[in-house]
């Protein structure tokens, strides 16, 4: 089993409406939490992080967290057909090794 | 800053061919990842480092994958050697790791081919 899931997709969604995508990690010890996107042929960028429970935002996107489900959500509002993007899910251990869901590949129609 | 450089961007070897991929982490960041993306299996965890020691390197497929960091500001994957199912992108990216903010960020990646 991997310790990061997410669904691959792809999640299709029209202009303006919310995205909303999943992940769910395996492991308890688990400390810290990122969105990463990345579009085709670029590297990752990290768009949110969230350490503890509950929901923080920044601007469209909102990151929630529960740490007794092992759940993360990534929430994008008034979505953009630029936001069509695979997100990737990070998780971070107490040794601070980070890893990644297979991502989920999102796209946003006009 | 100029983020996590690495080079080089592009590379195209033959099978048996040794590669050496580098990579510079952001000044003062002391934790540095190498990663490889597949279409097939997505972003993978090859070694991480913290304080330039290596702490995990199970995600190192194979003897032929070999990781250094002999300073803060340097590091290298190196594959020999070379097979065409090492083809891929290989990213570096570093991180603090004080238990506070450890946000990762990535370099632009090496496109490698093995022909």
């Known amino acids: 089993q991997k310790e990061v899931e997410q669904n691959s997709g792809p999640l299709s969604v029209p202009e303006g409406a919310i995205a909303s995508l999943n992940c769910t990690y395996s492991d308890r010890g688990s400390q810290s939490f990122f969105w990463y996107r990345q579009y085709s042929g670029k590297s990752p960028e990290l768009i949110m992080s969230i350490y503890s429970n509950g929901d923080k935002e920044d601007g469209r996107f909102t990151a929630q967290l529960n740490k007794a489900s092992q759940y993360v959500s990534l929430l994008i509002r008034d979505s953009q057909p630029s936001d069509s993007a695979t997100y990737l899910c990070?998780?971070?251990?107490?040794?601070?090794?980070?890893?990644f869901g297979g991502g989920t590949r999102l796209m946003v129609k006009p | 800053d100029a983020g996590v450089i690495q080079s080089p961007r592009h590379e195209v070897t033959e099978m048996g061919q040794e590669v050496t991929l580098r990579c510079k982490p952001i000044s003062g960041h002391n934790s540095l990842f190498w990663y490889r993306q597949t279409m097939m299996r997505g972003l993978e965890l090859l070694i991480y480092f913290n304080n330039n020691v290596p702490i995990d390197d199970s995600g190192m497929p194979e003897d032929r994958f070999s990781a250094k960091m002999p300073n803060a500001s340097f590091s290298t994957l190196k594959i020999q050697p070379s097979e065409p199912r090492d083809s891929a992108v290989y990213f570096c990216a570093s991180s603090t790791w004080t238990g506070q903010d450890p946000e990762a960020f990535f370099g632009q990646g090496t496109r490698l081919t093995v022909v």
């Open positions: 990070a998780v971070n251990n107490a040794g601070n090794m980070l890893t």
